[in-house]
C-alpha cells in the first residue's frame, strides 16, 4: 500500500503510535516432528476409535516428538526457516520470546536455551505462559518492543512438547494434543499497518477446567503426586468446549470493531486449532464462508502455543496468504486465555 492510498480499515494504534513506526510479520516458520500418531495406533493404546475421534474433534493425526527431542529443538528449528525467510541473520535477533506450556525445564527459559541453539547471542530472552493464546499474546508483547524502537528485530515462538505431559491412559484427551512449533520474525516494514490490533482476555475463575495439577509450589514432585498421575494435563471437556466459542467469538468481534471491518473484508481466519466443532461453531457465530477458515487441525491436533503459528506458516506457504491481505487470528487457553488479533499481511 502506498503512503498516499486511503486504507479501507481503521488502524486502531495509529493515534497513540507517537514514534511513528509500525509492526508487520516479516516472515513465518514451523516445524513439526516426523512421527505420526494416527486415530489407528490410539485404537491399540486406549478405548477409543477412529470414527469416534474424527466425529467428535476433526483430528485424524498427530506429530511426536522423539525422546530425545525437547521443546527447544522444535522451537529452534521453526526458528531457523523463519529467519531464514526473513534474511535475518542470528547477530541481528533483537529479543527472543517464547510462549510454551512445556519447557525444557522450569528454569532456564526455553527462549535462553534457544537463543543458544540459533547462535543468537546478542538477543535478550524470555518465556511466557497463556496456554493456546501464548502466539497472540507473545506478538502483542513483541509489536511494542519495535513500535517503541527499543528493538528492531524480535523473534516470537510457539513451540511445545505436549506429549511429555499427556496422559496415555486418558483417551478423553490423549487423542488431542500433539507436538510442534511455529515462528514469526517481527520488524517493521515501510507503508504496511502490519499487526493492527490485538485483543486479550483472562478469567482465572476458570482455571480449573484445563490445567496440570503437579510440577509447581503447590504440588512439587513426589512419589505420591506421581503415582496420582498430577503430572499430567486434565481438562473438563463440554466446558472448555463452552467457553472457547463464546470467547473466540467475543474476541474476534471487538478485534474487527476496532479495525472498523466487516468479516467480508477478511482474507483467512486462523483460528486456534482445537476442535473442529469449535472452530465451525466460531466461524458461524462471525458469519465467515468456509473458505475464509483455516483449518489444519486434521494432520497436528492440538499443538497449544505452536497452533496458529503453524496454521499461518501453511497459509503462507501454500499460497493461501498474500501481501496486503487482511488475516484474522483468534485464540483461546487454559488460564483461561483466549485473545484475537488482526494483520494487514
Known amino acids: 500500500m502506498s503512503p498516499t492510498?486511503?486504507?479501507?480499515?481503521?488502524?486502531?494504534?495509529?493515534?497513540?503510535?507517537?514514534?511513528?513506526?509500525?509492526?508487520?510479520?516479516?516472515?513465518?516458520?514451523?516445524?513439526?516432528?516426523?512421527?505420526?500418531?494416527?486415530?489407528a495406533d490410539l485404537e491399540k493404546m486406549v478405548d477409543t476409535s477412529d470414527e469416534w475421534i474424527t466425529t467428535r474433534t476433526g483430528i485424524k493425526e498427530r506429530r511426536i516428538a522423539a525422546e530425545s527431542e525437547f521443546t527447544s529443538d522444535l522451537g529452534a528449528e521453526a526458528a531457523r526457516r523463519a529467519m531464514a525467510r526473513a534474511g535475518?541473520?542470528?547477530?541481528?535477533?533483537?529479543?527472543?520470546?517464547?510462549?510454551?506450556?512445556?519447557?525444557?525445564?522450569?528454569?532456564?527459559?526455553?527462549?535462553?536455551?534457544?537463543?543458544?541453539?540459533?547462535?543468537?547471542?546478542?538477543?535478550?530472552?524470555?518465556?511466557?505462559?497463556?496456554?493456546?493464546?501464548?502466539?497472540?499474546?507473545?506478538?502483542?508483547?513483541?509489536?511494542?518492543?519495535?513500535m517503541s524502537r527499543t528493538y528492531d528485530t524480535v523473534l516470537v515462538i510457539g513451540a511445545e512438547k505436549l506429549s511429555s505431559i499427556t496422559d496415555w491412559k486418558d483417551r478423553n484427551t490423549c487423542v488431542l494434543f500433539g507436538d510442534g512449533a511455529g515462528a514469526a520474525v517481527l520488524r517493521s516494514r515501510p507503508n504496511s499497518h502490519g499487526l493492527l490490533t490485538a485483543v486479550m482476555g483472562a478469567d482465572g475463575e476458570k482455571a480449573d477446567l484445563l490445567f496440570m495439577p503437579g510440577g509447581g509450589s503447590r504440588c512439587?514432585?513426589?512419589?505420591?503426586?506421581?503415582?496420582?498421575?498430577?503430572?499430567?494435563?486434565?481438562?473438563?471437556?463440554?466446558?472448555?468446549?463452552?467457553?472457547?466459542?463464546?470467547?473466540?467469538?467475543?474476541?474476534?468481534?471487538?478485534?474487527l470493531k476496532r479495525c472498523e471491518l466487516d468479516i467480508s473484508r477478511i482474507k483467512l481466519i486462523i483460528p486456534h486449532q482445537a476442535n473442529r466443532r469449535i472452530i465451525d461453531a466460531v466461524g458461524e457465530r462471525l458469519g465467515a464462508r468456509p473458505d475464509q477458515l483455516f483449518v489444519n487441525l486434521e494432520k497436528y491436533g492440538n499443538t497449544s502455543a505452536a497452533s496458529v503459528a503453524i496454521a499461518l506458516?501453511?497459509?503462507?506457504?501454500?499460497?493461501?496468504?498474500?501481501?496486503?491481505?487482511?488475516?484474522?487470528?483468534?485464540?483461546?487457553?487454559?488460564?483461561?486465555?483466549?485473545?484475537?488479533?488482526?494483520?494487514?499481511?
Open 88 to 146: 535475518v541473520t542470528p547477530d541481528q535477533i533483537d529479543l527472543i520470546i517464547v510462549a510454551t506450556i512445556t519447557p525444557d525445564m522450569p528454569f532456564p527459559s526455553t527462549a535462553c536455551l534457544i537463543q543458544q541453539k540459533i547462535g543468537a547471542r546478542r538477543s535478550a530472552a524470555f518465556d511466557i505462559e497463556a496456554a493456546c493464546s501464548g502466539f497472540i499474546y507473545a506478538l502483542e508483547i513483541g509489536q511494542q518492543f519495535i
Open 313 to 345: 506458516d501453511e497459509a503462507v506457504q501454500s499460497g493461501r496468504i498474500e501481501r496486503g491481505d487482511l488475516i484474522l487470528m483468534v485464540v483461546f487457553g487454559a488460564g483461561l486465555t483466549w485473545g484475537a488479533a488482526v494483520i494487514e499481511w
Open 5 to 39: 492510498t486511503t486504507p479501507k480499515f481503521r488502524n486502531p494504534r495509529a493515534k497513540h503510535n507517537f514514534q511513528g513506526r509500525t509492526c508487520s510479520v516479516a516472515a513465518v516458520g514451523s516445524y513439526v516432528p516426523s512421527r505420526i500418531l494416527t486415530n
Open 220 to 255: 512439587p514432585a513426589s512419589l505420591e503426586s506421581v503415582n496420582s498421575r498430577l503430572h499430567f494435563l486434565r481438562m473438563e471437556g463440554k466446558e472448555t468446549f463452552k467457553n472457547a466459542v463464546q470467547a473466540m467469538h467475543t474476541a474476534a468481534t471487538e478485534a
